[in-house]
């Protein structure tokens, strides 16, 4: 089955302990991305990737870090999480088109994370 | 930057009723707009894709509009049923980027 895979889908953590979500992909797709979404804000993008070894910002970057080793996989770190990290976080992926940057974003279920 | 505005935040409609989610962007430069459902606590479900291209898109009982030039964009869905209860998110694709809305939660009463 097709599909975009996150985990934990829940963590608890506290203030200024590292902490990696892993994401992965089935469907050879060469871009991904990390979104958080916070009420009343909506999702807003943090890194994306357009293929392996290839990582650029999005909106909201700061505090957060993201490899890009293999094709399928694409990890979000936060080495120093502070409470106003806490957010749901969502993996995203997409394949182009027939046209250039005619991308459809393919998302993973979510990771709650709770920085106390 | 992109700022994409849905309009309205909620709406509640009887079952049978057609309906139609607007959703607005400054930057009228995208290369996409593609409509999403979210059910609470789930993830995001693709409905439909336009290409910048393109002026509308359909499937089943949903259509989606496109008017690039005035930064616009309608779902309209007919015949709403109750499991159409959800959040409708809209996000441009500005070519490497997506900007999403906040979305319209949407409660169709039986």
């Known amino acids: 089955e097709a599909q975009v895979t996150q985990n934990p889908r829940y963590l608890i953590t506290v203030t200024g302990k590292k902490l990696t979500v892993t994401c992965s992909q089935n469907?050879?797709?060469?871009?991904m991305s990390w979104y958080r979404q916070d009420p009343g804000l909506g999702l807003r993008q943090i890194y994306y990737s357009m293929n392996v070894e290839v990582t650029d910002k999005g909106d909201v970057p700061e505090g957060y870090k993201v490899s890009r080793k293999e094709k399928r996989n694409f990890p979000l770190i936060l080495e120093s999480p502070s409470p106003n990290q806490t957010s749901l976080y969502f993996c995203?992926?997409?394949?182009?088109?027939?046209?250039?940057?005619?991308?459809?974003?393919?998302f993973g279920p979510g990771t709650r994370l709770t920085v106390t | 930057k992109q700022e994409v505005t849905q309009i309205p935040a909620a709406l509640s409609v009887p079952e049978g009723e057609n309906l139609v989610l607007n959703c607005s962007f400054t930057?009228?430069?995208?290369?996409?707009l593609q409509w999403f459902r979210q059910d609470p606590g789930k993830g995001l479900t693709s409905l439909l894709l336009i290409q910048s291209s393109q002026r509308e898109q359909t499937s089943g009982r949903l259509n989606a509009s496109l008017d690039k030039s005035s930064g616009r964009s309608t779902l309209y869905i007919a015949a709403s049923q109750p499991g159409d209860s959800a959040t409708y998110l809209c996000?441009?694709?500005?070519?490497?980027?997506?900007?999403f809305g906040t979305g319209t939660s949407l409660t169709v009463i039986p």
């Open positions: 995203a992926s997409s394949s182009p088109g027939p046209r250039l940057c005619t991308y459809e974003q393919y």
């Open positions: 469907m050879n797709h060469e871009y």
């Open positions: 996000a441009v694709n500005t070519g490497n980027q997506f900007y």
């Open positions: 930057d009228s430069a995208i290369y996409n």
